[in-house]
């Protein structure tokens, strides 16, 4: 199981790279001045909140230094990317295997066939099927969902699907999108032994996004909220 976890840190990190390498850099700042005004619990490892100094970042990443008192970044620089819906941290849900949350994400953007409306709709590019985003992890799959976004824009509308079903993807309320992101959240989290591992080992510690969320980001977005009330689950049942 540890090889499997260097291997997915590793995956994790290249990614990471290859995008950060194409990213605008942001304004160089001291990552260290926060970082030293706030003590750490020393029941946790200490580089998770290692300042990184990166004049590379792109704008969207909150740096493992920048977490408040008793929170910790779920930063794909470490072993808690494993945690990020881009983890390549492959699960079944209702029968069928996806590479990671992310993919199962964006895949509900895509026609479930040839009669669905989406695929009808004249004059739009589906540059992937639905199957292949389903088997992407990371920015790839994160870039599939955003072409398919604007094909519902052009489309002008606002759902997605699953098995057949329509739901807002920007609901006002939680409702059937996000009963399938927990629950595909909870496989995950079951099928992978490292990433149950890695969760539990945040222990008491609010978990936060290590990205720039949209205000009131609907409650399916917000995963770090989904993990936090699956990791209490799991306590309990200890």
């Not at 990190?13 to 926060?34: E, G, H, I, W």
């Not at 604007?150 to 939680?174: C, L, Q, R």
């Not at 917000?222 to 699956?230: M, P, S, V």
């Amino acid at each position: 199981m540890r090889s499997n976890l260097l291997r997915m840190i590793a995956l994790l990190c290249l990614l990471f790279s290859q995008t950060t390498a194409l990213s605008v850099a942001s304004p160089p700042r001291d990552p260290k001045s926060t970082a030293q005004q706030i003590p750490r619990d020393s029941r946790y490892p200490a580089h998770w909140w290692t300042p990184v100094i990166d004049p590379k970042k792109p704008a969207w990443e909150i740096l493992p230094q920048e977490a408040g008192p008793g929170e910790v970044i779920l930063s794909k620089r470490n072993e808690l990317g494993l945690l990020s819906n881009f983890a390549p941290t492959p699960f079944v849900f209702h029968g069928r295997r996806y590479a990671s949350l992310e993919g199962f994400w964006q895949m509900m953007k895509y026609p479930e066939g040839p009669n669905d409306s989406r695929a009808r709709f004249a004059g739009l590019e589906w540059k992937y099927t639905r199957a292949q985003v389903a088997q992407m992890v990371a920015f790839e799959a994160n870039q599939a969902g955003a072409l398919a976004s604007d094909n519902m824009t052009k489309m002008g509308i606002t759902w997605v699907s699953f098995e057949g079903k329509h739901f807002e993807y920007k609901p006002a309320a939680p409702g059937e999108q996000y009963k399938l992101i927990v629950a595909a959240t909870w496989e995950k989290v079951k099928q992978n032994p490292e990433v149950k591992r890695v969760l539990l080992s945040t222990g008491d510690l609010i978990l936060k996004p290590d990205h720039r969320q949209e205000p009131k980001a609907p409650a399916a977005w917000r995963y770090f909220e989904i993990l936090t009330r699956i990791r209490s689950q799991l306590q309990k049942h200890k």
